[in-house]
């Protein structure tokens, strides 16, 4: 069982998306456009597919091609109106071309069928969030607590239990939680070990780094730099900037790491310190401290899987 994002976001018909997305809802429908002009309103897949190479090419038929070749019943998917509230479907019937007036001014014509459920927005894990930055118009969301929560999601607004519970994995909190709700975990962690934050240092505009922390004890000064995703941090780099930060002064500032996968790469260095993402989800899902509902109500549901 697969789960995809899609964006709804019309270039043809009368190219407005809230058209578009209240025609979905209405039909209930997912999908995208590529239609033919003077067609048959409704085509197989062989009959499209020939006509629509012949008009716009065989390399900008890619998304339409993706969703029939990918997407099946019982698959999910999330959306999201423009508005940025999200949607999650489960697929009811696989791809159609559908051309009757409606579906061409929402330029909506390459679909497949689905049960749609409007969400709350402390339901949408940020891995989702992050996967809707691409432009491309449809991927897959290619990681398994994602799927899981999911398919949990999906049970509660069904009201039934359509993916059975036991065929889930236990979810891994990083990748329910967003980039901001990530730092804050990082900070509320450091403080409970002895670092002050500095409200004030948390900017938009650092370049180096998530905020300041200073020892309640030493009076140590420390930065703090988070990454969510896959992407590494590499200690080399950061003793680097910690020398720089260190330079003409005598502060001895220290820097932090977390990578939410401990994905950390070059030597280890003593003004460097790497987060164990086993201790910082240990702390999460163990300890009983007061967290933000921004985690809180992700740490809810990892430990209903633990202890049902």
């Known amino acids: 069982m697969s789960v995809f994002r899609i964006h709804i976001r019309p270039s043809g018909g009368v190219g407005d998306p809230r058209i578009?997305?209240?025609?979905?809802?209405?039909?209930?429908?997912?999908g995208m456009g590529w239609g033919l002009p003077e067609a048959e309103p409704a085509l197989n897949w062989d009959e499209y597919y020939e006509a629509a190479v012949a008009h716009y090419g065989r390399a900008d038929l890619a998304n339409v091609r993706y969703l029939h070749d990918n997407v099946q019943t019982d698959h999910l998917i999330w959306t999201r109106d423009t508005a940025g509230i999200y949607y999650?479907?489960?697929?009811?019937?696989?791809w159609r071309y559908v051309a009757n007036d409606q579906a061409v001014e929402a330029d909506i014509v390459n679909v497949v069928s689905?049960?749609?459920?409007?969400?709350?927005?402390?339901?949408?894990?940020?891995?989702?969030?992050?996967?809707?930055?691409?432009?491309?118009?449809?991927?897959?969301?290619?990681?398994?607590?994602?799927a899981a929560y999911s398919r949990l999601l999906w049970n509660l607004y069904a009201d039934i239990q359509h993916y059975p519970p036991e065929e889930q994995p236990i979810g891994d909190i990083f990748a329910l939680l967003d980039d901001k709700a990530t730092e804050d975990a990082v900070a509320i962690f450091l403080q409970l070990n002895g670092w002050l934050l500095v409200p004030g240092s948390r900017q938009a505009n650092n370049m180096g780094y998530e905020y300041i922390f200073i020892h309640r004890d030493t009076g140590q000064r420390a930065v703090v730099q988070v990454k969510t995703g896959h992407s590494a941090l590499n200690r080399d780099h950061w003793a680097t900037f910690a020398a720089q930060l260190n330079e003409g002064v005598d502060t001895n500032t220290r820097v932090f790491l977390f990578q939410s996968y401990g994905n950390y790469t070059g030597e280890q260095h003593p003004s460097v310190?790497?987060?164990?993402?086993?201790?910082?989800?240990?702390?999460?899902?163990?300890?009983?401290?007061?967290?933000?509902?921004?985690?809180?109500?992700?740490?809810?549901?990892?430990?209903?899987?633990?202890?049902?």
Request: aromatic fraction near 6%; charge should be negative; include cysteine.
């Open 114 to 146: 689905c049960q749609i459920h409007r969400l709350q927005v402390d339901e949408v894990p940020g891995k989702v969030v992050a996967c809707f930055r691409p432009p491309r118009t449809i991927q897959a969301i290619r990681d398994n607590t994602i």
């Open 88 to 94: 999650l479907a489960r697929v009811v019937d696989t």
């Open 20 to 30: 578009s997305f209240e025609y979905c809802l209405q039909h209930g429908v997912l």
């Open 273 to 308: 310190q790497c987060i164990d993402p086993d201790e910082l989800r240990d702390f999460l899902i163990c300890q009983n401290v007061p967290l933000p509902r921004s985690i809180s109500h992700w740490v809810d549901f990892v430990r209903a899987q633990v202890d049902p």
